[in-house]
């Protein structure tokens, strides 16, 4: 994608706040960066996140993505893993994703801003805890959140088991 838009690795590397070796690594598949650093990737590249997983436009069919056939990209640093439920719909307005935090497991060191739009997430199974602004939520399994991504948040599992959550992203 980096390539397609004409973008060199230092250009890319400066919009995202990522350094060129950590992108170089990255796209050599020498790195596995966490779910916060490619958040800030796609949003550099003015893409979805979603994107990474597209192949193709299905419009106008419906789209059923079966449990054990969607793509899951595992982040090592973050302990956590995410995959689409929505992909191929070039014009889609939402993009539904699944997020697994391993025990321990957290979008990012630090807490970051993803692009712009809405994002509501609900806990499937286990507990989570969700940073905003100062503000902690204590999340656990039925529980939903609707908050603005373009302000600083970080999702933590901080429990013994892994933690899944339905996170839909609306631009």
Known sequence: MREEQGLSLRALAERADVSASALSQIEAGQNSPSIATLEKICAALGVPIAALF???DTEGVPLVMRAGARRKVYSAGSHASIEPLARGLARKKMQPLLMVLEAGGE????????AEGEEFAMVIHGAARF???GTVSELRAGDAIYYDPRLPHNWHNASAGPTTLLVVVAQ
């Open 107 to 114: 979008c990012g060191e630090h807490p970051y801003a993803s």
């Open 131 to 133: 940073e905003q602004q």
């Open 54 to 56: 597209d192949e193709g």
